[in-house]
């Protein structure tokens, strides 16, 4: 896939991983200006435009891509969707506002040069997870479970400001916030099925984003990762969260998902039946 300018840019998870030295299965392209007005102008084949965020979906070699213009953004609603702002604006001021240094470099796709405004190289040789600026957090508090889901995926743990400011939001939770991100988040994180991400999403209270007086629930086991990998449904990630939920949740659920909760409800009274989900039976053998 050849697709170069000197404005066109690698950036994010590909850079990372590439400096990693591990496989990288999303390659996101930004452009220093205006995207759609260079995919016109080189005569791509243009699938899709969105001029309210400056994205561009093109058809190049058989693929489907997705070209970002440079942009700013702002939180006038904390831990809500951005408002974009600043289309076109300089390759700085767009890799300023993503989520953790090891995420805000860029690579050009003409040179290879690589571009480091905040030092991500460094935190990955010193396996750090550092937000871009203080009150990161309070605009996006999905960050804090992106957070868990790096330091489990690269070994990385949030450096001491980092993690003061994590500590200093959960204290303080705002929760009117998009639970359809967080939702995005947990999916992500606890597919992973690792122990460690469970046992960090206690001690660091992360637990505390899914709502207000969350009880912790009582392990059985506690090896969760290994009981769960024998499990072969599509509720891997659930059944680390469930124990934590009640039915009046904030997170968007599928209908299977709350047929899920109701049982692990009933189940604290009652034997299971033939219509008994097995998640239930199984997260039965954990918790409570």
């Known amino acids: 896939m050849l697709l170069r300018d000197k404005n066109l840019y690698y950036v994010g998870g590909v850079v990372r991983d590439e400096i990693l030295g591990t496989t990288s299965f999303d390659i996101d392209f930004c452009y220093e200006g205006d995207a ?44 809500h969707l951005p408002v974009v702002e600043n289309i076109g604006c300089s390759l700085k001021e767009d890799l300023k506002r993503r989520d953790f240094t090891i995420n805000a470099m860029a690579k050009r796709t003409t040179d290879g040069e690589l571009i480091d405004y905040f030092g991500g190289i460094r935190d990955i040789e010193n396996k750090t997870l550092k937000i ?51 939702r995005k988040e947990l999916v992500e994180t606890f597919s992973l099925n690792s122990q460690t991400a469970f046992d960090e999403f206690i001690t660091q209270k ?22 769960l990998s024998n499990y072969n449904g599509n509720n891997l990630w659930f059944m680390y969260v469930a ?33 008994t989900p097995k998640e239930s039976i199984i997260m039965q053998s954990l918790y409570y």
């Not at 995926?153 to 993690?163: A, D, H, M, Q, W």
């Open 206 to 227: 992360i637990y505390r984003l899914l709502g207000e007086n969350i009880e912790l629930p009582k392990c059985k086991e506690y090896n969760i990762k290994n009981v």
């Open 36 to 79: 759609i007005e260079f995919a016109q102008k080189q005569g791509l084949n243009i699938i899709k435009t969105n001029p309210s965020f400056g994205t561009v979906r093109v058809l190049l070699d058989g693929k489907e891509i997705d070209i970002a213009s440079t942009r700013t953004e702002t939180y006038p609603k904390k831990g």
């Open 132 to 182: 871009l600026y203080d009150r990161s957090f309070i605009d996006d508090p999905t960050r804090i479970i992106r957070g868990l889901k790096f330091s489990v995926r690269f070994g990385f743990s949030l450096n001491e400001t980092t993690k003061q400011l994590q500590e200093e939001y959960l204290d303080n939770i705002n929760y009117d916030m998009s639970y359809h991100r967080i």
């Open 243 to 275: 124990p934590f939920l009640t039915l009046d949740t904030k997170l968007p659920l599928k209908r299977e998902e709350k047929r899920i909760l109701e049982w692990n409800k009933r189940l604290k009274t009652q034997k299971p039946t033939n219509n």
